[in-house]
């Protein structure tokens, strides 16, 4: 797949404005967007996911494909966004990569390898381990078989430790030398380009974000979600904001609190993402307040133009 032109990718932390420089990006490029987001799969949840809308000229795929109990993966993205990738090519149209979910992108460009294998026997089986014995036991596991990422870890954050030691136990590879695979070659050639904003700017943007999805209808939304006869898939169960809505439809806070509680979740989630999207090698282009969407997207088409991803 050597000499096949790069695929465009855009990526950014929550609240970037992907989503709508994206749409812009597609109408320069005759694309088509392909989310790279582990939630949006999922239907019925649009409010929670803060879904994008995708107008009739640009078309969208991987939103909407999976029924909540559903669980959806890394692999079944790659393996998805492959198929999608020649399909939309064979249109004559152009595939690009759309999201945050780092996990994924990784996962497309650099191969599965071993840190995306889920045991959910071994998982079950640490976290009770956790709830018996507490975190440090995790910690002392993880130190005697990665020393390298257990000195990375909070000894009190059990779900990466619990992650540290899935990948370890059940690959043969260590999380610590995983974390480092970007440096692999490329399994389909790329063009990464970054959006990246002032944190006073992404602050703004989240508490209008997290505003409008509680005066938007989250919580009936989240009451509808779970009035269903099955649960949530794990992946969905994490969506920011759930549990804080289970909480205000249990009375146990104010809706008040409740959109506090999600603002500050969001922001911490953020700041994440722009930590990990830090790794990938990719053209960052730095987005104004008050840019609008079209500007920022001629900026993006510029970038892949001269990475050969679009003509």
Same mark, same amino acid.
């Given at each position: 797949?050597?000499?096949? !032109? ?17 749409? $812009? ?41 999976? $029924? ?11 393996e998805e ?8 090519r064979a249109?004559? #149209? ?23 294998? #889920? ?6 089986e640490l976290?009770?381990?956790? #709830? ?27 779900? #990466? ?17 995983? !974390? ?7 399994? !389909? ?71 506090? !509680? ?50």
């Amino acid at each position: 797949m050597t000499s096949e !032109r790069p695929v465009p990718c855009l990526v950014g932390p929550t609240a970037s404005g992907k989503s709508a420089v994206a749409v $812009e990006a597609a109408r320069l490029a005759l694309g088509e967007v392909i989310a790279c987001d582990a939630l949006t799969v999922y239907r019925g949840v649009g409010i929670l996911t803060a879904k994008p809308m995708a107008p009739d000229d640009v078309p969208h795929h991987l939103i909407d494909v999976a $029924e909540p109990w559903e669980s959806w993966s890394a692999g079944r993205f790659v393996e998805e966004a492959d198929r999608l990738v020649d399909e939309v090519r064979a249109r004559g #149209r152009v595939p690009m990569l759309v999201g945050g979910t780092v996990l994924y992108l990784k996962s497309w460009l650099k191969g599965l390898g071993a840190g995306t294998a #889920r045991v959910p026997a071994l998982r079950a089986e640490l976290e009770e381990v956790a #709830r018996r014995l507490g975190p440090a036991a995790l910690a002392s596991r993880l130190a005697s078989i990665d020393p390298v990422r257990a000195a990375q870890i909070h000894p009190h954050d059990v779900r #990466r430790l619990v992650r540290a030691i899935e990948i370890a136990e059940t690959s043969g590879h260590l999380a610590s030398a995983v !974390r480092n695979e970007w440096s692999a070659p490329d399994r !389909r050639p790329a063009s990464v380009v970054g959006l990246r904003r002032t944190r006073e700017d992404t602050r703004q943007r989240i508490s209008r974000r997290c505003a409008a999805m509680v005066k938007g209808g989250l919580v009936a939304e989240v009451a509808a979600l779970d009035a269903r006869a099955r649960p949530p898939s794990p992946e969905l169960g994490k969506a920011l904001g759930l549990a804080d809505v289970r909480e205000h439809v249990a009375g146990r806070i104010s809706i008040d609190e409740c959109l506090a !509680r999600l603002e500050r979740a969001t922001w911490r989630f953020s700041r994440r993402q722009a930590t990990f999207l830090k790794q990938i090698p990719a053209t960052w282009v730095d987005v104004g307040r008050d840019d609008p969407p079209d500007v920022t997207a001629r900026a993006v088409h510029q970038a892949w133009r001269t990475a050969g991803a679009v003509g």
